[in-house]
């Protein structure tokens, strides 16, 4: 290897991006490569990122009822989301205080969370109930003994967490987005499925691809692509804790206008989707007539794990075909998730050859110049 190949193999991919990213948006190119295949930097986006950062892990209304929990990941630490007896909604260890089992799987409903390897018994609050033959451990003190809690907020019926004290709050970092979409009512629109997957590319692959709507004419030919024009497409400069845009659907797809008992919105509004992502992950597609949108989470360099949930505004679901809404919705946010998939994991593929090299970007993906922005600080060479 001759000394300048060996000096360019120890250039960081943070150093790399910092130069990506020094660009001016008129001379933009898209991110380097060493972003997406480092070792080194996915850990220091575990670190500088999903430790630090709010992480969405899904929509309060799943959890609606006293036991309701969820279960998920953050930056390695497994956590659940559940609903005391109170009413309460907590985010708290997933980690049982004996020997360290995880305690819940998935999501469900239990008036008491009990350890699967020795049934040590928890409130849904955290505090230790019971532990079977523990009497003669004088270290033993169960009224001490509680899951340890982990910071939750909800925001415009989002649940939100963090394993970062010094955060600012949700309301505060996103009170643009809110008074941007306030009218959409996004707090009461209402979940209808959710599932999890795993796709083979790097979760900012995945990230980069929700943020432009310059690929819906191509990949989305076979769904939604027809609906949307390219000259129709607004890429506004991203915020430091966001960035967004928009696109106008036409009537032909009914469920994404306003519904005729919506008086919220008015105008062009009535037919306009916002892209909104959240840093560092939150995704959300919002019309006025459905929303869905991804929660995504690096399992690795290669893979990303994928929360994906939706469903329709109030006003559809008191529509006498609310049931063919409902599934029309699903059939066809299945049908474009397959043609994303097959997008990114193609890019993700197509990024590993030693014969890529990041190319110039449009105006329309305005937002991933500004992902790379965001990213770039939270990783400083
Ligand atoms: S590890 Fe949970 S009861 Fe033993
Ligand atoms: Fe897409």
Known sequence: MS??????SRV??????????AQPFEQAHAMPRSVYQSEEFLQQEIDNIFRQDWFCAGRASSVANPGDYLTFELAGQPIMVIRGKDGQLRAQSNVCLHRMSTLLEGRGNKSSIVCPYHAWTYETDGRLRGAPAMSKNDAFC???MRLPTIR?????????????????????????????????????????????????????????????????????????????RLDEMVCPPGRPAFNYHTILKDDELKIAMAHETNQRLTGDRRRTTYLLALYPSLLITLTPGYFWYLSLHPDGVGKVR???GGGMSPDYANDPESQAHFSALKT???DVNVEDR????????????????????????????????????????
């Not at 970007?361 to 991933?368: D, I, M, V």
């Open 3 to 8: 000394d300048t190949a060996t000096i360019q």
């Open 12 to 21: 960081s991919a943070a150093t790399e991006l910092a130069a990506n990213a």
């Open 142 to 144: 169960k009224k001490d």
């Open 152 to 228: 939750c907020e909800q925001w415009l019926g989002w649940i939100m967490v963090t394993l970062n004290d010094a955060a600012p709050p949700v309301s505060e970092q996103l009170a643009e987005v809110e008074a941007m979409v306030g009218d959409y009512g996004m707090e009461n629109y209402h979940e209808t499925f959710f599932e999890t997957h795993t796709w083979d590319t790097n979760w900012k692959v995945l990230a980069e691809n929700f943020m432009e709507s310059y690929h819906l004419p191509v990949c989305h030919k076979g769904t939604i692509g027809g609906l949307s």
């Open 306 to 308: 994928i929360m994906f």
């Open 332 to 334: 066809l946010l299945d």
């Open 342 to 381: 097959g997008c990114t994991e193609k890019v993700y593929r197509g990024l590993c050859s030693d014969f890529a090299a990041p190319g110039p970007l449009s105006h329309l993906e305005r937002p991933n110049y500004d992902f790379a922005q965001y990213l770039s600080g939270r990783i400083p060479a």
